[in-house]
Structure formats: C-alpha cells, structure tokens
C-alpha cells in the first residue's frame, strides 16, 4: 500500500505565474483535501474533492482551483501568484473524512 | 467562531517528563479531535483522536483529556523521548464544512 505522494517537492515561481501542483492518494481513498501550510502555523483548509466533486471550500480566492480525477489523483492549481502564496502545500487523503493521510507536501517559493 | 486556540508555542521537556499541549475551542458544530504530529520536512501524521462524548482517550504513551462543558482538550506524553521532539497540532473536524480546523502548534523539545 503507498503513501499520499506529491510532486515537486520544491518548487520556485515568480509574482504572476501560474503554479499546478500535484497528489497521488492513497490507494483506496476516494477524498482528497488540499491545505496550505505558513510558515510556522497550523494548515490551512483550500478545500476538499469527493468523487472528483469539490464538496468545501476554506477562505481562499478563487484564483486556488483544483480538480480531482477518476482515480483520485488531483491538482491544485494557482493562479496569479502573490509573494503571500509561498507556503507548504500539502495534501491529504481519506476514506471517511475524519483520518486525514498526509502527503509531504510541496514547498512553494514565490519570488 | 472557526479558531482553535493551542498553547504553549514551544515546550521544552527532560526525557523522561511529561509534556501537556493544551487546545480550546468555540465553535460547537466541532464533533472530532485529532492531533498531529509533523517532524520537519515531513506531512502531518495523525497522533491520537478524540470524539467529545469521551472524557479521555490513551494509547501507550499518549493521552487526550477532554473537557466538552469548558471545550478545552489537551495532550498529554508520559515518559517524553527525545524522539518525541517534533511540532503538534490540534484540530477540530467540522462536521458542516468538512474540514478541518489546526491550532498553530506546539513545538516540543525533549532533551537527553
């Protein structure tokens, strides 16, 4: 059984580039949460994708969008990057959406 | 009110003692409790939880106090090891949003 994996793992962009970030589940989790991680503070709620549905959505513009695919693989993409947007992206997987399953995250650079 | 309070910000510990992270809470849609544990490079992991209709949860090293009338919750690691030395976070799962909310962490050291 694998691990949530996530792809970069560094990644450093520009003021105004767009950014697609990626997650591979768990295998057999069919939920996938994105959270953005500041530095030195608790994750943050993007939002969260069922059955490629985007069923919550935190405080976030609608610049982060995400999609989710049949296998439950998703992205996370930003658009129009600000210097705020630097942070840990991390992922999380679940099949009952209560234990989330962490991927290590994608440390975003926004110069 | 969507916050989780945590405390202390940084907790150092002697190997051996006991390490209490403290949490709070206002929202009462929150109907689960996690708490994490993320070493540097690393996701979050999943530690111990709660539901609020248990006072205290223990799983070897690691017990969670729960006070739903004061909506506080707490961690408490007996015999703290230096492999302990990690940041922890609380959370409250809200059952409307189905999201989770984190505290700001707690970054624990335990000496040798």
């Known amino acids: 059984e694998t691990g949530v994996t996530q792809s970069p793992t560094h990644l450093i962009k520009t003021r105004g580039q767009q950014v697609t970030l990626r997650c591979s589940s768990q295998?057999?989790?069919?939920?996938v949460s994105w959270y953005q991680q500041a530095l030195g503070q608790g994750p943050q709620f993007i939002f969260q994708y069922y059955r490629e549905e985007e069923n919550g959505r935190g405080n976030f513009p609608p610049r982060f969008s995400g999609l989710q695919f049949p296998n439950y693989s998703s992205e996370l993409n930003v658009n129009a990057l600000e210097l705020d947007d630097s942070a840990l992206y991390l992922c999380?997987?679940?099949?009952?959406?209560?234990?989330?399953?962490f991927g290590s995250g994608t440390q975003l650079s926004v110069l | 009110q969507q916050q989780v309070k945590q405390s202390p910000q940084s907790l150092i510990v002697q190997k051996g003692g006991i390490s209490i992270i403290n949490c709070a809470y206002e929202n009462t849609a929150f109907d689960y409790f996690p708490w994490y544990q993320q070493f540097p490079g690393k996701g979050p992991a999943l530690l111990i939880a709660i539901r609020p209709d248990v006072s205290e949860k223990k799983e070897g090293r690691f017990t969670i106090s729960f006070n739903k009338s004061a909506k506080q919750f707490s961690l408490h690691i007996m015999d703290s090891q230096p492999g302990d030395s990690a940041t922890y976070f609380c959370a409250a799962h809200n059952n409307y949003g189905q999201n989770f909310v984190f505290g700001p962490g707690t970054r624990l050291s335990v000496l040798p």
């Open positions: 999380a997987s679940s099949q009952d959406s209560e234990k989330l399953f």
């Open positions: 295998s057999g989790h069919n939920t």
